[in-house]
């Protein structure tokens, strides 16, 4: 079971993270957006932000089906994110070296291209 902390540190130990101020966690590499908290819209309501739900930003249309038809326990859209390669994950249902996984592929497919070949060049 992961938590809004979980996704800081993971986030924070990515090279050239960016943390923007909010009300929940926003993280961005070279100025793009990886995973964020929810902003909850109900009709008639305010927006409120989620802490306990992880925006990821996943590449395109076809990986983000397979993650909803294949994990809809952990991941879920709404009608605001049609059309966007997003999706956003349960928090307390995933685990910990999953969210790293997430966070981590995530960030990868928004840094420049040289940033994340010399991340996987340390990695190895």
């Not at 943390?19 to 990886?34: H, L, M, P, W, Y």
């Amino acid at each position: 079971m992961a938590d809004a902390d979980d996704v800081c540190r993971i986030a924070l130990a990515l090279p050239q993270v960016e943390e923007i101020d909010s009300d929940g966690f926003d993280f961005r590499v070279a100025g793009k957006g990886f995973v964020w908290s929810y902003p909850e819209r109900k009709p008639g309501g305010p927006r409120v932000i989620r802490t306990d739900i992880a925006v990821l930003y996943v590449g395109d249309e076809a990986e983000k089906q397979a993650l909803l038809l294949g994990e809809p326990r952990l991941f879920f859209t709404a009608p605001g994110y049609d059309g966007w390669p997003l999706v956003m994950l349960r928090l307390a249902e995933v685990g910990a070296g999953r969210l790293t996984e997430l966070v981590t592929d995530a960030w990868r497919m928004r840094a420049p291209r040289e940033l994340a070949a010399q991340r996987d060049a340390a990695s190895q």
